[in-house]
């Protein structure tokens, strides 16, 4: 079974910071993965799929990037509404990260 | 605006049986796959289960052999029985649809709906 990592497990941070969370894959999983956002008592929201295509909606200053083994989410200017918990999930067996929690500094 | 609303969540004794459902709007359902997510309190996200819009059933094997997805599309519903319940199986239950019909990711989802497995 192929297993994800996520680092760091949570990051404390001040608005309009530059946030990189990211995602390790066990085996290569090509650009299989996608991002999901979080926020306490709600569902997950779909951030970035295929490693770096922004679902609709999603503001721009989420990106996402890598192949293989190695992904990055990166936050470029972290907002208010933004403190949350993100998870990676990748396709081939549908496996979540353990999460990233980002939370105010 | 796809909507997708879990029911049927609730206390039930370790060794027991529930059913939940997700019912669907502002999509043509029968045309996407739907999964099942769950959360235990305080923990991360944990893939359950999931059917394709040709009815092909996929499952976590934490669960494989007790749970049983289905759909009713005269119904835009999705259901997963679960039975032979214990404490580990305490968590929210969260209903997805398949993004673009390649079941590789999901959005939207539910809000969800808890259960819990104790005496």
């Known amino acids: 079974d192929i297993q994800m990592t996520q680092s760091p497990s949570s990051v404390s941070a001040s608005i309009g910071d530059r946030v990189t969370i990211t995602c390790r894959a066990s085996q290569g999983i090509s650009s299989w993965l996608a991002w999901y956002q979080q926020k306490p008592g709600k569902a997950p929201k779909l951030l970035v799929y295929?490693?770096?295509t922004l679902q609709s909606g999603v503001p721009s200053r989420f990106s996402g990037s890598g192949s293989g083994t190695d992904f990055t989410l990166t936050i470029s200017s972290l907002q208010p509404e933004d403190f949350a918990t993100y998870y990676c999930q990748q396709a081939n067996s549908f496996t979540f990260g353990p999460g990233t929690k980002v939370d105010i500094k | 605006e796809v909507q997708l609303v879990e029911s049927g969540g609730g206390l039930v004794q370790p060794g027991g049986s529930l059913r939940l459902s997700c019912t669907a709007s502002g999509l043509t359902f029968s045309t996407y796959g739907v999964t099942w997510v769950r959360q235990a309190p305080g923990k991360g996200l944990e893939w359950v289960s999931g059917?394709?819009?040709?009815?092909?059933?996929y499952y976590a094997d934490s669960v494989k052999g007790r749970f049983t997805i289905s759909r009713d599309n005269s119904k835009n519903t999705l259901y997963l029985q679960m039975n032979s319940l214990t404490a580990k199986d305490t968590a929210v239950y969260f209903c997805a649809k398949d993004l673009d019909n390649t079941f590789n990711w999901f959005d939207p989802w539910g809000q969800g709906t808890l259960v819990t497995v104790s005496s």
């Open positions: 059917i394709g819009y040709d009815d092909i059933t």
């Open positions: 295929a490693a770096s």
